[in-house]
């Protein structure tokens, strides 16, 4: 059983371009968790997800960042018009029932 | 809104001592997780405590919850190198693993 897969694991974007991360959580897991963490911080809780519905995105910012786990497929995070603050390391985690959370190895993105 | 506090936030301590971290969370949560993640690395699932009282232990490492005080700690026994990473808690508020609430870690060194 694999883990929960990130893709991809280094994203360079220059401000203004759109970035994609992915997420496929592990078999058998339909809720999916994004957690981003600047450095030498803590993660901070963004959107929690299940299959074709957001059950909670009270941690996404209002503006440019949006989230989907559809039926078919991983889980995409997007970023629009992305900014130098937008630089982090982003987390998805899975559980099969919302307890227990596995973690991926995460995205880290650098804004240029 | 959940708030949760470690200390300390940086620790070095010799090979063979023991030491305590504490996690101090601002409201009620009936579990208390503790992650590991080494440097450039994902979360690692260490302990969930589910209940006021509970108490783990996985080798050196030993974690309790206190849910009346609103606190639970990690203790690790004879040090060796290969703990040293950061230690994080995460309390939710709303019993599940829903929107963890993350600590901002404690990083911790261990010296031969």
């Known amino acids: 059983n694999a883990g929960v897969m990130q893709n991809p694991r280094h994203l360079v974007r220059r401000r203004g371009q759109e970035a994609r991360l992915r997420c496929s959580p592990m078999?058998?897991?339909?809720?999916v968790y994004w957690y981003r963490q600047l450095p030498e911080e803590g993660l901070k809780f963004m959107v929690y997800?299940?299959?074709?519905?957001?059950?909670?995105e009270s941690g996404m910012p209002k503006e440019r960042f949006s989230a989907e786990f559809p039926k078919e497929g991983p889980s995409i995070l997007r970023i629009q018009q992305v900014v130098r603050g937008d630089s982090a390391a982003y987390f998805c985690?899975?559980?099969?029932?919302?307890?227990?959370?596995?973690f991926g190895s995460g995205t880290q993105l650098s804004v240029l | 809104e959940l708030k949760v506090e470690q200390n300390p936030l940086f620790l070095s301590m010799q090979e063979g001592k023991n030491y305590t971290i504490y996690c101090n969370y601002s409201?009620?949560?009936?579990?208390l997780y503790w992650y590991r993640q080494d440097p450039g690395k994902s979360l690692e699932s260490l302990f969930v405590l589910l209940s006021n009282g509970a108490v783990k232990q996985e080798g050196r490492l030993m974690a309790s919850l206190d849910t009346k005080a609103r606190l639970s700690t990690l203790h690790i026994t004879a040090a060796v190198h290969d703990l040293s990473a950061t230690y994080f808690c995460?309390?939710?508020?709303?019993?599940?693993?829903?929107?963890?609430?993350f600590g901002k870690g404690t990083h911790l060194i261990i010296q031969p």
């Open positions: 985690a899975s559980s099969p029932l919302g307890e227990k959370l596995f």
């Open positions: 997800l299940q299959k074709e519905n957001i059950i909670d």
């Open positions: 995460a309390a939710t508020p709303g019993g599940g693993a829903d929107g963890l609430t």
């Open positions: 409201t009620t949560s009936d579990r």
């Open positions: 078999k058998g897991h339909s809720h």
